[in-house]
């Protein structure tokens, strides 16, 4: 899931809590559950704190920072931590590890992985070869034909796909940021983007508006099944 932009609204509230009612309800086994950013809608401690509640799960929960995040507020309400370096982390799961890196830039929309997280990412892929990985961000590291997010994409993406050809292990990227479901192709692997929790974006071909944003559609998932190493993936409505 993605793009959850919290505030105090019950709108943005209640579409989270819709989500993760329909995580746990789920009669068959999730191994995890994968939030790729833009948790809070201003980055504050308040909507942090409204987080914290509204994402707890009775499934493993790894999350990154988005471009709406505040790497201070996320850290010290979500994970209990002080500072603002990059917040990287790692999800070692039966079968599968899930290595979620920070694109986030401080005070801006872009995404940009800096040289300490691109170290860090061939460190933990580096671990256990024989073992598939999923690695996710942010910001897509390809342009998805939404123009203003294309313009606030992954810079610098032949960075990450240098360190990404190096390990085989790596079955997928996933990704958030563009509020719409889109499966597309980088570093010879798939990459995956998650649909908005908040809202939905619409292509050039669905409105002329410069951003696109629908409130009207339902809060969406992605479901992701690993089968070996293949990863097929269902896009998925919370009505």
């Not at 097929?232 to 409505?237: A, G, V």
Request: proline share 9%; with cysteine; aromatic share 2%.
């Amino acid at each position: 899931m993605s793009d959850i932009h919290l505030d105090d609204s019950p709108r943005s509230v209640e579409r989270a809590r819709a989500v993760m009612r329909h995580l746990d309800s789920l009669p068959g086994p999730l191994d995890a559950v994968v939030v790729t950013g833009d948790v809070a809608d201003h980055g504050t401690v308040e909507e942090y704190e409204i987080a914290k509640e509204a994402l707890t799960s009775r499934h493993p929960t790894v999350i990154c920072p988005g471009n709406h995040d505040s790497r201070a507020a996320f850290r010290k309400v979500l994970l209990g931590q002080d500072g603002d370096a990059p917040i990287n982390q790692v999800l070692r799961l039966d079968g599968l590890t899930l290595v979620l890196c920070d694109s986030s830039i401080p005070g801006r929309h872009d995404g940009l992985l800096t040289e300490e997280t691109l170290t860090w990412l061939d460190g933990v892929l580096a671990e256990s070869p024989d073992v598939p990985a999923l690695v996710g961000m942010h910001h897509p590291a390809v342009p998805l034909g939404v123009p203003y997010v294309d313009d606030i994409r992954l810079g610098e993406p032949e960075r990450l796909e240098a360190v990404l050809r190096r390990h085989p292990r790596v079955v997928a990227v996933l990704a958030g940021h563009a509020h719409t479901a889109a499966s597309t192709w980088f570093a010879g692997r798939p990459l995956l983007v998650a649909p908005g929790v908040i809202n939905t974006a619409l292509l050039p071909t669905e409105t002329v508006e410069r951003r696109p944003l629908d409130p009207s559609q339902p809060p969406q998932i992605a479901l992701h099944v690993l089968d070996g190493d293949r990863l097929t993936t269902h896009f998925r409505p919370i009505l």
